[in-house]
């Protein structure tokens, strides 16, 4: 009996382990990395950016590079994610002048929140908000349905 318990105690305090750090509310979830999925721009800085701009980014964890589009010019750099911390590096980016002032407008602001981002939080299926060093939301983007 005793040594049935010696075997059931590391598998129970590792089930009980699993349990707490699901429920921590972290909201990162393992199962769905901000690699891969093309992430477009839905808000920034708590307003909604009006439908029909192309602003996405993708994050390739193999190349540690992120690529996308501010809505008018393609743009790319480096990031690096360890936990919640995320960090991307000086974006270099194409220099086409944007037709709509209010779609250049978001371009300006979209890639200054990509460079003050300092950690991100899944906040729903599909939706990911990166977060400035004082935790504050600078960027909301949903990942783009296939």
Same mark, same amino acid.
Do not use: K
């Given at each position: 009996?005793?040594?049935?318990?010696?075997?059931?105690? /590391?598998?129970?305090?590792?089930? !009980? $382990?699993?349990?707490?750090?699901?429920?921590?509310?972290?909201?990162?979830?393992?199962?769905? /990395?901000?690699?891969?999925?093309?992430?477009? $721009?839905?808000?920034?800085?708590?307003?909604?950016?009006?439908?029909?701009?192309?602003?996405?980014?993708?994050?390739?964890?193999?190349?540690?590079?992120?690529?996308?589009?501010?809505?008018?010019?393609?743009?790319?750099?480096?990031?690096?994610?360890?936990?919640?911390?995320?960090?991307?590096?000086?974006?270099?980016?194409?220099?086409?002048?944007?037709?709509? /002032?209010?779609?250049?407008?978001?371009?300006?602001?979209?890639?200054?929140?990509?460079?003050?981002?300092?950690?991100?939080? $899944?906040?729903?299926?599909?939706? $990911?908000?990166? !977060?400035?060093?004082?935790?504050?939301?600078?960027?909301?983007?949903?990942?783009?349905?296939?």
């Amino acid at each position: 009996m005793r040594s049935l318990a010696r075997l059931a105690l /590391p598998a129970l305090a590792t089930a !009980l $382990l699993a349990a707490a750090l699901s429920a921590c509310g972290s909201g990162i979830s393992l199962d769905e /990395p901000i690699e891969g999925p093309v992430w477009r $721009l839905a808000q920034l800085g708590g307003e909604p950016v009006a439908t029909g701009g192309d602003a996405q980014i993708q994050f390739d964890r193999s190349s540690g590079r992120v690529s996308g589009s501010g809505g008018c010019n393609r743009v790319s750099g480096s990031f690096t994610r360890s936990g919640i911390t995320l960090r991307i590096g000086q974006l270099a980016s194409t220099r086409m002048a944007c037709a709509d /002032p209010v779609r250049g407008a978001n371009e300006a602001q979209f890639i200054s929140a990509l460079q003050t981002t300092a950690s991100y939080r $899944l906040a729903g299926p599909g939706q $990911l908000a990166l !977060l400035d060093a004082s935790g504050r939301t600078v960027a909301t983007l949903n990942a783009a349905m296939h």
